[in-house]
């Protein structure tokens, strides 16, 4: 387990995986072999690497994830964006800093689908306030890889970041950042979400795609509502 945990008094959840065989084949193995083990074109055995880093991390592992996050290698960098995802919300301080400010966009990408991860991994963990801080400011990134990861991250981390998201699509003037926007909003099931997306839909001094993304983000909040209701 990590021994440098800002948020050392969250338990982690447990989260079911599929048997991994062998699995025990990866203890002995040193954090060198697991990062090789990353790589591998073979993507069980960089899920078994990446549940093994996560399981043995320690106040180097973090900080070696992150420096993969510039790596040409996309199997590589994802499986690094998996794994901090993986060690869970011990990972957001250390992942805002890049995404806010490293001049690599790659990077910044990766911190945004890094944060995401965590988020999907632990969603009964309260996600840190700074974190979703973060990922507001990076809504305003020039480059759309990083606000459309960012907006998705929000997404995904649901009803806490919802405020974030409709504040920044009630002032942006530019068209992706708002379309981006009002698709991670139709995956919040959350009164405001309808309440916004009607509204947008029937705006008839907004832009035509913006009302026709707003009236199919409705659609979608629909059926997330439909499979969210008791049966």
């Not at 447990?14 to 025990?24: D, E, M, V, W």
């Not at 996600?127 to 973060?134: N, S, V």
Request: proline share 6%; aromatic share 4%.
């Amino acid at each position: 387990m990590c021994t440098t945990r800002p948020i050392a008094t969250l338990a982690k959840p447990t989260i079911a995986r599929k048997p991994l065989g062998n699995r025990l084949s990866l203890k002995n193995m040193t954090q060198e072999s697991l990062f090789e083990q990353l790589k591998h074109p073979n993507p069980h055995l960089r899920d078994r690497a990446m549940w093994e880093l996560a399981e043995t991390c320690d106040a180097t592992t973090i900080p070696r994830l992150i420096s993969v996050l510039d790596e040409e290698d996309t199997t590589y960098r994802r499986a690094a964006v998996k794994t901090l995802g993986a060690i869970g919300v011990d990972t957001v301080p250390s992942l805002v800093d890049p995404l806010l400010n490293s001049d690599n966009v790659t990077v910044r990408g990766s911190c945004a689908k890094a944060l995401a991860q965590v988020a999907v991994n632990y969603p009964d963990v309260p996600f840190p306030l700074a974190g979703i801080e973060a990922l507001k400011t990076a809504l305003h990134d020039l480059n759309p890889v990083v606000h459309i990861a960012s907006a998705m991250a929000l997404g995904t981390i649901g009803v806490p970041a919802l405020e974030s998201l409709l504040e920044v699509l009630a002032v942006t003037d530019n068209l992706g950042l708002a379309v981006s926007i009002i698709n991670a909003v139709s995956s919040i099931n959350d009164p405001r979400s309808r309440e916004v997306l009607t509204k947008l839909s029937n705006d008839e001094s907004a832009d035509t795609y913006i009302r026709e993304t707003a009236t199919s983000a409705l659609s979608r909040l629909d059926l997330l509502k439909f499979k969210s209701s008791p049966t």
